[in-house]
């Protein structure tokens, strides 16, 4: 079987995200790489200076997003994240972590957690496309 005719696999197929904020719940905080910084500051339209007296908490060298009441300082109960433009690579790339291909346990309790997962789909068929998004460099773009 050639390349053209393998399926063509959209992350819709397995997740689309509810925007239920159930992952931006909690007492840890994502760090932030140098282009999750930019984009950030992109698209709050605010100097860096002003984003990160606001929205980080810088550790040395280690820039991370504030917790605030439990839940991430861009989170808000009634429009969800406030950043979504600009949010990090690891919020791009989550609940599609690639722990999941891996370990049955972890497909099993992170789509437990999280609503988006579509419903019906088993482990091995979830594998195949997951794989498949992987192989296509789909993945990629959502953490760009």
């Given at each position: 079987?050639?390349?053209?005719?393998l399926p063509r696999y959209r992350v819709s197929d397995i997740y689309t995200c509810?925007?239920?904020?159930?992952?931006?719940?909690?007492?840890?905080?994502?760090?932030?790489?140098?282009?999750?910084?930019?984009?950030?500051?992109?698209?709050?339209?605010?100097?860096?200076?002003?984003?990160?007296?606001?929205?980080?908490?810088?550790?040395?060298?280690?820039?991370?997003?504030?917790?605030?009441?439990?839940?991430?300082?861009?989170?808000?109960?009634?429009?969800?994240?406030?950043?979504?433009?600009?949010?990090?690579?690891?919020?791009?790339?989550?609940?599609?972590?690639?722990?999941?291909?891996?370990?049955?346990?972890?497909?099993?309790?992170?789509?437990?957690?999280?609503?988006?997962?579509?419903?019906?789909?088993?482990?091995?068929?979830?594998?195949?496309?997951?794989?498949?998004?992987?192989?296509?460099?789909?993945?990629?773009?959502?953490?760009?």
């Amino acid at each position: 079987m050639n390349e053209q005719s393998l399926p063509r696999y959209r992350v819709s197929d397995i997740y689309t995200c509810s925007r239920c904020g159930f992952c931006c719940h909690g007492e840890t905080t994502v760090s932030l790489d140098a282009h999750d910084q930019q984009r950030m500051i992109t698209a709050l339209r605010l100097s860096r200076e002003e984003v990160c007296r606001r929205y980080w908490r810088v550790t040395g060298s280690v820039v991370q997003m504030q917790v605030r009441d439990g839940h991430c300082i861009f989170y808000d109960q009634q429009s969800g994240c406030t950043v979504h433009e600009g949010r990090p690579w690891r919020c791009r790339q989550w609940p599609l972590h690639p722990s999941m291909l891996a370990d049955e346990n972890n497909f099993q309790t992170i789509t437990q957690s999280c609503p988006g997962f579509k419903k019906g789909l088993d482990y091995e068929e979830f594998c195949r496309i997951f794989q498949a998004l992987f192989d296509q460099g789909d993945l990629d773009k959502m953490q760009r």
